[in-house]
């Protein structure tokens, strides 16, 4: 079965720190993987998305960066932390179960506070 | 104007009502999600619709495509229900993962 992990959980940042979050998908091979990004009391947010490796499109201008150096492998990184990149972060893969179905699947979720 | 509207914003019922979430959305889509978000903030798709209409438990997902407009329906709800619903979409000729969304609506049952 496909199954997807996200870590860490749950970080605390100060300002102007590195950052990086992990996700990885078993169970599929070649899937499209997302990060989007939940800002307190505001919706969620496309940031990146990548179909393949090495294949990554931006979707808003930000000071994140987003990598995929393996095909079920999806990272998300900063050099330089600022205030505003405080928020939940969701890594989320899509592509067709075996029975032929497309699915969207979310991570559980990483909760980054810089402070 | 969001290109995903979703209304109400919050809604309160008890238990056994029948709920209606509406979404409504301005451009061409690929798919419609609906999603739950519970309070730890992990998220659940619960129906990928490109047309017509799908069912699952007491949830029911409709969609119509000319008037741009979708809705989720739980039928006899449930205090476990509360939770916010997201409706997201991905435009046409995109990743059905590529998706812009709805603000959400809160929906909270009370026993």
């Known amino acids: 079965s496909q199954t997807i992990h996200q870590w860490p959980a749950t970080l605390v940042q100060p300002v102007g720190s590195p950052l990086s979050l992990e996700c990885t998908v078993e169970?599929?091979?070649?899937?499209?993987l997302y990060w989007y990004r939940q800002a307190a009391g505001r919706g969620l947010q496309l940031l990146f998305y990548s179909v393949g490796i090495g294949q990554i499109s931006s979707e808003v201008p930000q000071n994140l960066s987003a990598s995929r150096p393996q095909d079920r492998q999806f990272i998300l990184s900063s050099k330089k932390l600022l205030l505003s990149d405080s928020g939940f972060y969701l890594c989320a893969w899509s592509g067709r179960r075996p029975s032929g179905a497309n699915v969207l699947t979310f991570g559980a979720g990483s909760r980054l506070t810089v402070l | 104007k969001n290109e995903v509207e979703q209304s109400p914003q919050n809604l309160t019922a008890q238990e056994g009502e029948f709920i209606t979430i509406n979404c409504s959305y301005s451009v061409g889509i690929s798919a419609l999600h609906w999603l739950q978000q519970h309070p730890g903030g992990g998220i659940v798709s619960l129906f990928m619709?490109?047309?017509g209409k799908k069912k699952h438990g007491r949830l029911i997902a409709t969609i119509n495509i000319q008037e741009k407009h979708s809705s989720l329906h739980i039928t006899a709800s449930h205090p476990r229900d509360s939770a916010v619903y997201i409706c997201a979409v991905a435009a046409g000729g995109t990743s059905y993962g590529k998706l812009t969304f709805g603000q959400g609506t809160i929906l909270t049952v009370h026993p």
């Open positions: 169970g599929t091979s070649n899937p499209n």
């Open positions: 619709l490109s047309s």
